[in-house]
């Protein structure tokens, strides 16, 4: 694969490509914009779950890599991170079995996870070896995920965390990215940082998500007494839809680039004005939208497992076509492998991930 050029036969289509420069761009912006303002990078290894883009990460200055599942963490662990961020609640058996079993047999290994009950906590410390559990208390909003519904419940859960023994508080934890308003995400960040002052540890934790809300988050907690994680994924890719309506860059200076593209064949034209398309939901993300043509006058009638309907002109069988796409987050789960290319389509190294 390496040295090849995708256009020239010798790989087969479908195929999503990286492009490098828009990669490594993109990472070098985020690495840029928590370091102007004061907070720390943990990206979540979700989107991608890929040791190259990881590395990548790690290399630009990420504190270390967040995950949501203890599986995640597994694998990211075999990428050699020294730190990770279980950005959720955990009580699978057995994945706590490895944590309890990985924190034990390396010293220097660091994890973080969230709490937000006290039934949570109990299963966390039953689990844990000789090193505690180091947890961050999850403060939720209404109508969001997980997390404390209240700031006295999150106090009353921080007591509880400080009596129980094998279970170690580390900070606070929210996730802003369902809220709707800049008005909303900064009442919930003033909620958070007073919850970080009730906590009253002498280096705290707080963090937070941070894709579609980071510019708000870089100026509100900009005071705060606590080391801030930032636990942005889908900035890493960036998209052409989804993520290009949402990005903060909209709103300040700056720009992340379309890092993912999938190109396919026209494999029939069926009717005046209709062509089917050798790329379907196996290949592409759909559940934030579409995938977003490159070409003038194409529009997407309907996505089907293995083949996409556009509407177009002057296609015909053979013809090529490439499609940005929308949410960066369910398209590296498709694939295994996927090619990273210079701006001539040239294969210069590859991705690979671990879904």
């Given at each position: 694969m390496l040295g090849q050029q995708v256009f020239a036969g010798g790989l087969e289509l479908p195929l999503m490509v990286v492009h490098r420069d828009a990669l490594e761009h993109n990472i070098e912006t985020m690495a840029a914009f928590v370091r102007d303002h004061g907070m720390e990078l943990a990206p979540h290894a979700k989107t991608h779950m890929s040791a190259e883009i990881a590395a990548l990460q790690l290399e630009a200055g990420a504190w270390g890599l967040s995950v949501a599942t203890p599986r995640q963490a597994?694998?990211?662990?075999?990428?050699?991170?020294?730190?990770?961020?279980?950005?959720?609640?955990?009580?699978?058996?057995?994945?706590?079995?490895?944590?309890?079993?990985?924190?034990?047999?390396d010293p220097a290994f660091e994890l973080l996870s969230f709490v937000d009950s006290e039934a949570g906590v109990d299963i966390l410390a039953r689990h844990a070896a000789s090193r505690p559990f180091r947890v961050l208390v999850e403060l939720g909003h209404e109508g969001g995920r997980a997390g404390c519904r209240s700031l006295d419940q999150l106090l009353s859960l921080v007591s509880y965390v400080q009596e129980v023994p094998h279970v170690e508080l580390a900070g606070v934890a929210g996730y802003e990215g369902a809220l709707k308003t800049a008005d909303d995400v900064r009442k919930y960040l003033d909620l958070l940082q007073e919850a970080v002052e009730y906590v009253r540890l002498k280096n705290p934790i707080l963090t937070v998500g941070g894709s579609q809300w980071f510019d708000v988050i870089g100026r509100e907690l900009v005071t705060t007494q606590a080391r801030i994680l930032l636990r942005s994924g889908a900035y890493v890719?960036?998209?052409?839809?989804?993520?290009?309506?949402?990005?903060?860059?909209?709103?300040?200076?700056?720009?992340?680039?379309?890092?993912?593209?999938?190109?396919?064949?026209?494999?029939?034209t069926p009717e005046p004005g209709v062509a089917v398309v050798g790329m379907g939901k196996r290949d592409a993300p759909y559940d934030e939208g579409l995938p977003v043509p490159r070409r003038d006058g194409v529009t997407i009638v309907k996505m089907q497992d293995q083949q996409t309907v556009v509407h177009?002109?002057?296609?015909?069988?053979?013809?090529?076509?490439?499609?940005?796409?929308?949410?960066?987050?369910?398209?590296?789960?498709?694939?295994?492998?996927?090619?990273?290319?210079?701006?001539?389509?040239?294969?210069?190294?590859?991705?690979?991930?671990?879904?």
């Open positions: 597994r694998v990211v662990r075999g990428f050699g991170v020294g730190r990770i961020l279980v950005a959720n609640q955990v009580v699978d058996p057995a994945g706590l079995d490895w944590a309890a079993g990985e924190l034990e047999r890719t960036h998209d052409d839809g989804y993520y290009r309506e949402r990005t903060p860059f909209n709103r300040i200076d700056g720009e992340l680039r379309p890092a993912l593209e999938v190109w396919a064949h026209v494999l029939s177009a002109d002057g296609l015909k069988p053979g013809d090529l076509l490439a499609f940005g796409i929308s949410h960066p987050c369910t398209a590296f789960d498709k694939w295994r492998v996927l090619p990273l290319v210079d701006q001539d389509y040239r294969v210069v190294g590859q991705i690979t991930t671990n879904f």
